[in-house]
Nanobody, 122 residues
């Protein structure tokens, strides 16, 4: 079992930055691909970014490419999402997830955190 806990969310003005963290316990993350997803009120959960177990491969949703950066520190069992140039449409609950494949498919991720709220004001 892997337990994931997100942190770092909050309220920020448009154009600002936030750094989300996802800390794991129970098992080490170095054999898992990790993903970030988000869900806005009334909308389906959507893919944001994913990173391979080694950190050597990353992939982003078009809506965040060039603004968000996913990274990981396997020694700290933690994954990060650096979010820059934030827009009001980035407002959502952000979730991290662990799975066996580096993919944008929600169904491929087995373990999920409880989420952290990000609100971007205009």
């Amino acid at each position: 079992q892997v337990q994931l806990v997100e942190s770092g969310g909050g309220l920020v003005q448009a154009g600002g930055s936030l750094r989300l963290s996802c800390a794991a316990s129970g098992r080490t993350l170095n054999s898992y691909a990790m993903g970030w997803f988000r869900q806005a009120p009334g909308k389906e959960r959507e893919f944001v970014a994913t990173i391979s177990w080694s950190g050597g491969y990353t992939y982003y949703a078009n809506s965040v490419t060039g603004r968000f950066t996913i990274s990981r520190d396997n020694a700290k069992n933690t994954v990060y999402l650096q979010m820059d140039s934030l827009k009001p449409e980035d407002t959502a609950t952000y979730y991290c997830a662990a799975g066996r494949s580096t993919t944008d498919s929600i169904g491929s991720y087995r373990y999920w955190g409880q989420g952290t709220q990000v609100t971007v004001s205009s």
